[in-house]
């Protein structure tokens, strides 16, 4: 059994339901999804698929704050409810330079601090937009864009801690063959993800 967090139900739980590696059906698409329990390894993982047949846009993780408590009612999430939902929100990975070019740039933009404020309060930031508007409004500095960059870094890193205690952290990346869903599970595999499959989507 497992606990619902949005119909604050308990419900039977099959793994990955009768996923068969077969062919797709029309108007689907087949992934990898894998769990990791720390964010190097994610990002380890991220870096070798980007490194050999996997274009970074067929390469996803999961979404914000906001948007898993809008979908499942609750900020973080359980990785067996949603690692095969087609309703769980994704959003684009971010490497860890951008992540330093986005917070550098951040701090010169005084003019954005109360839109992103604003954001960053509801969870609804991700990453890229927060390196995309950082570097269309970097223009001279200041003490206050410094502070955002900080509480935005505190605010994300506790977000993936937490949902490292509530199960690990999600990666899929779509496999449009079968020698590039091998490829995928044994990348994630090698860089500690674990709960690795392949799976079809809607």
């Given at each position: 059994?497992?606990?619902?967090?949005?119909?604050?139900?308990?419900?039977?739980?099959?793994?990955?339901?009768?996923?068969?590696?077969?062919?797709?059906?029309?108007?689907?698409?087949?992934?990898?999804?894998?769990?990791?329990?720390?964010?190097?390894?994610?990002?380890?993982?991220?870096?070798?698929?980007?490194?050999?047949?996997?274009?970074?846009?067929?390469?996803?993780?999961?979404?914000?704050?906001?948007?898993?408590?809008?979908?499942?009612?609750?900020?973080?999430?359980?990785?067996?409810?949603?690692?095969?939902?087609?309703?769980?929100?994704?959003?684009?990975?971010?490497?860890?330079?951008?992540?330093?070019?986005?917070?550098?740039?951040?701090?010169?933009?005084?003019?954005?601090?109360?839109?992103?404020?604003?954001?960053?309060?509801?969870?609804?930031?991700?990453?890229?937009?927060?390196?995309?508007v950082a570097v269309l409004g970097a223009a001279g500095g200041g003490a206050i864009?410094?502070?955002?960059?900080?509480?935005?870094?505190?605010?994300?890193?506790?977000?993936?801690?937490?949902?490292?205690?509530?199960?690990?952290?999600?990666?899929?990346?779509?496999?449009?063959?079968?020698?590039?869903?091998?490829?995928?599970?044994?990348?994630?595999?090698?860089?500690?993800?674990?709960?690795?499959?392949?799976?079809?989507?809607?």
């Amino acid at each position: 059994m497992v606990y619902d967090v949005q119909n604050h139900t308990e419900r039977d739980y099959t793994p990955h339901g009768n996923l068969t590696d077969v062919g797709v059906t029309e108007g689907s698409f087949r992934e990898a999804v894998g769990l990791f329990n720390n964010v190097d390894d994610l990002q380890a993982a991220i870096r070798d698929l980007e490194g050999t047949a996997f274009p970074r846009q067929d390469i996803s993780v999961m979404g914000t704050r906001g948007e898993l408590e809008k979908v499942f009612g609750a900020p973080t999430v359980p990785p067996e409810l949603a690692m095969d939902n087609a309703d769980t929100p994704r959003q684009a990975p971010s490497r860890p330079e951008e992540q330093n070019i986005g917070r550098s740039a951040m701090i010169g933009v005084p003019a954005y601090v109360g839109a992103m404020a604003m954001a960053l309060g509801a969870g609804a930031i991700t990453f890229p937009a927060f390196i995309g508007v950082a570097v269309l409004g970097a223009a001279g500095g200041g003490a206050i864009g410094a502070i955002l960059v900080k509480l935005f870094g505190d605010r994300y890193n506790r977000h993936l801690e937490e949902q490292i205690k509530r199960g690990g952290l999600l990666l899929w990346v779509r496999t449009p063959d079968r020698d590039r869903e091998e490829a995928a599970k044994r990348i994630m595999i090698s860089r500690g993800g674990y709960d690795v499959h392949i799976h079809e989507m809607v």
